[in-house]
């Protein structure tokens, strides 16, 4: 298990100096590179300040990844509000996701996490568990509740919400992630949003929808 962040001593302003020296560190330089001492001199406190602050630099991390993918979470009141068109509800998962995966941060936060997952696989499953799967699980109680509403009849939840993102991410995502082509306009994301709304709505929206396998 990934050992969470422990805040010692409360003191607002250099501990969010603390993360903000510590993210920019991180995120340039990956984290390996990024000692604590570096991290101390960049938030202008002593290096005693930021083991007051956090007991490791892994906590420092993974809190660093937290609050990083909690700006990117769907909105609660669209996901558990009243009853929305279910092509709404898809919309704003699909475009918050996308948001997040192509922003500067988002894409230097994979390509970090990337890089560092073979030597600090508790960090990549940390990653994958508080963003990806987290949002998938959100998606996944959405159309779940639409089942029970009656306004789609899907099978396999879990199934149909992963070939969701896989449409979604696919090979849009990886060329940007991998610097191919450049970051996209905001009427480029909505038209790709739009789109893969309107192929789920086709293949799950009917009476009869595809039925697929888990493919986690």
């Not at 558990?80 to 475009?95: D, N, T, W, Y």
């Not at 306004?151 to 070939?163: C, G």
Request: glycine share 6%.
């Amino acid at each position: 298990m990934v050992v969470k962040h422990v805040v010692r001593k409360v003191d607002a302003g250099k501990h969010g100096a603390i993360l903000q020296a510590a993210s920019s560190l991180f995120l340039e330089y990956g984290y390996s590179k990024a000692s604590m001492d570096a991290i101390a001199q960049e938030a202008c406190v002593t290096k005693q300040t930021v083991y007051a602050h956090y007991k490791s630099k892994e906590g420092l991390f993974t809190h660093m990844m937290t609050e990083l993918l909690k700006k990117h979470t769907p909105p609660g009141i669209i996901v558990k509000g009243k009853a929305q068109p279910v092509e709404k509800i898809l919309s704003v998962i699909a475009r918050t996701l996308l948001d997040m995966i192509t922003s500067k941060e988002g894409l230097a936060l994979t390509r970090l996490v990337v890089t560092e997952a073979q030597r600090h696989p508790k960090l990549a499953r940390y990653y994958y568990e508080s963003g990806s799967r987290k949002t998938l699980m959100i998606l996944v109680d959405c159309l779940n509740r639409e089942n029970d509403r009656g306004t789609l009849k899907i099978p396999n939840t879990l199934s149909a919400a992963s070939y969701f993102f896989s449409m979604l991410k696919g090979n849009y995502y990886i060329r940007i992630l991998l610097n191919i082509r450049p970051h996209p306009s905001l009427e480029e994301k909505e038209a790709h949003v739009k789109e893969t709304v309107a192929i789920f709505m086709r293949l799950y929206g009917g009476n009869k929808p595809m039925h697929t396998r888990n493919a986690l």
